[in-house]
């Protein structure tokens, strides 16, 4: 069970408006995706990239766009076709990760490109790694012991930001003032906190009492913090409002299974997905997602099985399968790339206002992230 530090008699998902009224905070979702038998599929590009020299990162499109790594080398590729630009090379293998601008990536192999090409920044061997917002200056690193290190995208001494006994994951707030972490307090509390982005100020917000470990932190819109929660015997995908602290449970599987993938969309119109399987990742995956209040319509198409990856600005919902790297809009379902390449989207953010919490000091009292 999760509770939230402050417990409210009406629970109201605001991303997934379907549910609505007064629930308790163990709601569960039951609805099934809804089916599509006119959906279309066309082919946009194929395996393979482009050939020639990678010209690096360039502007982010505001429209977003998908980027993908094959062969060591990092591309990008339209929605609307067209041949895939190369934008680093010698990456390593896996997915990129791009900060709220668009415009700085953690690259598979962990070095950071701000633009000017691949840096080392970080050192060893980190659990996690992802960015600073609003603007990337920093990449938050929790390393393999659950010490949680603030590190300058540009490169620099690490300023140790630790303010729990261990970190599981942490994630900055999208304003910046604040970090979200889920990990083991000082007196032995598990759950997730809230502190400054310089680790001051540690408060608990949703206290564990039967979850061993959470993770897959992911921000919805108005301060919705999506994470997943083993409690050994289930594992629940749960949804906390950081502005009303209201705590629901969107969808609860099995132990013998997992969240495969767990991605939200911050812009206009916003979005959730999940991807459910088996823990190894073999056998076939139950893909779900939801957006302006209503299940997408995924059943019949290969989204309906793929991992989600994210929602473009104009609610096109990406994911990547067994037919490649995919784009579902309107019904209709694109190829963007041939082959299951580990994939990220590129998406400059909206600004957000900073969450205020009791306890929490003014925001002219806060560190600049």
Request: aromatic share 4%; charged share 15%.
């Amino acid at each position: 069970m999760m509770t939230p530090m402050r417990r409210m008699g009406c629970v109201v998902i605001a991303v997934l408006t379907l549910l609505s009224g007064c629930s308790s905070s163990s709601k569960k979702v039951t609805a099934a995706n809804g089916t599509s038998s006119t959906a279309t599929q066309h082919t946009l590009s194929t395996a393979g990239g482009t050939s020639g020299a990678c010209g690096g990162l360039g502007a982010a499109d505001p429209a977003g766009s998908v980027t993908y790594v094959e062969n060591n080398k990092l591309y990008a590729v339209s929605t609307s076709g067209g041949t895939p630009t190369c934008l680093d090379a010698d990456v390593g293998s896996g997915a990129p990760r791009w900060n709220g601008d668009g415009d700085k990536v953690i690259l598979p192999d962990g070095r950071v490109d701000k633009g000017q090409g691949p840096q080392a920044v970080t050192t060893g061997n980190p659990l996690t790694l992802s960015w600073s917002y609003p603007h990337g200056t920093a990449v938050l690193q929790v390393d393999q012991s659950g010490k949680l290190s603030w590190v300058p995208s540009g490169g620099g001494a690490p300023l140790d930001i630790t303010f729990l006994a261990r970190h599981d994951a942490a994630i900055y707030h999208p304003a910046g003032t604040h970090i979200v972490s889920s990990g083991l307090s000082k007196d032995g509390t598990y759950g997730l906190f809230v502190a400054t982005n310089r680790g001051q100020d540690v408060r608990m917000i949703v206290r564990s009492e039967t979850a061993n470990s959470i993770g897959q932190l992911a921000w919805t819109t108005n301060h919705q913090l999506l994470f997943v929660a083993d409690h050994g015997d289930h594992k629940d995908l749960h949804q906390f409002n950081l502005a009303t602290e209201k705590l629901v449970t969107i969808t609860q599987i099995p132990a013998s299974q997992c969240f495969r993938s767990v991605v939200a969309s911050r812009s206009p119109g916003g979005g959730v997905a999940w991807s459910t399987g088996a823990c190894d990742g073999s056998g076939p995956a139950a893909t779900t997602a939801v957006r302006s209040g209503a299940f997408l319509p995924l059943a019949g198409t290969p989204l309906a099985s793929a991992q989600p990856i994210g929602f473009l600005p104009d609610g096109t919902l990406i994911g990547r399968g067994s037919d490649g790297v995919v784009a579902f809009k309107a019904g209709t379902v694109s190829v963007l790339h041939s082959a299951n390449a580990p994939t990220a989207l590129r998406v400059p953010e909206p600004a957000s206002p900073p969450i205020e919490l009791a306890g929490i000091p003014a925001v002219e009292a806060r560190a600049p992230a």
